[in-house]
């Protein structure tokens, strides 16, 4: 596998083990001194924006994951997409800035004496919750690749 596709598929762990709410898996990607900050998308872009937290080492990360994220609800899920990845590579060290959407999906618990007549398809409901970029920053160690930095800019309002 080529090195940006390494990288690629780190971001595809991590936006799975954030949907899973698996601290551990996500802390895994990290190196243990990693730092994650959280920001709102400022007026005057990327880097002008509001600092809303920052976790530091894969330990608080892995915490934040597991304690700090709301839990499912009953027949929910969520999704993290990314899109539009521009990756960058100079020898062990490698970042990607990628955009994202989550969404919330919660499906409707099927009736006890089954569906209507005529019913078909999905049923439930897909709501995007969050949007912005993901800013991640790795680093390879004995051949392995880990997240060494990463920020989080949302472009909405985000409580954290």
């Known amino acids: ?7 690629k598929q780190l971001v595809s762990l991590y936006t799975r083990a954030a949907d899973r709410r698996d601290g551990a898996a996500m802390a895994a ?3 243990a001194d990693a730092v994650v900050e959280v920001s709102y998308h400022g007026p005057n872009g990327l880097d002008d924006g509001e600092p ?3 976790l530091t080492g ?20 969520s999704h993290h997409t990314t899109y539009d990845h ?4 100079d020898g062990d060290e490698a970042s990607i800035e ?13 009736p006890e004496g089954g569906w209507a007549a005529g019913t ?28 060494s ?4 800019i949302h472009d909405i309002p985000y409580v954290f």
């Open 1 to 7: 596998m080529s090195t940006e596709n390494e990288i």
């Open 29 to 31: 990607l990290y190196e």
């Open 52 to 54: 809303l937290g920052k």
């Open 58 to 77: 894969s330990e608080q990360i892995e915490q934040a994951m597991t304690v700090a994220m709301a839990p499912h609800p009953p027949l929910g899920w």
């Open 86 to 89: 521009l990756v960058s590579i």
């Open 98 to 110: 990628t955009q994202f959407i989550t969404y919330n999906v919660v499906g409707i618990k099927r």
């Open 120 to 147: 078909f398809g999905a049923q439930g409901s897909i709501k995007p919750i969050e949007s912005g970029y993901y800013r991640f920053s790795f680093r390879r160690t004995d051949g392995t690749w880990r997240i």
């Open 149 to 152: 930095h990463q920020e989080v």
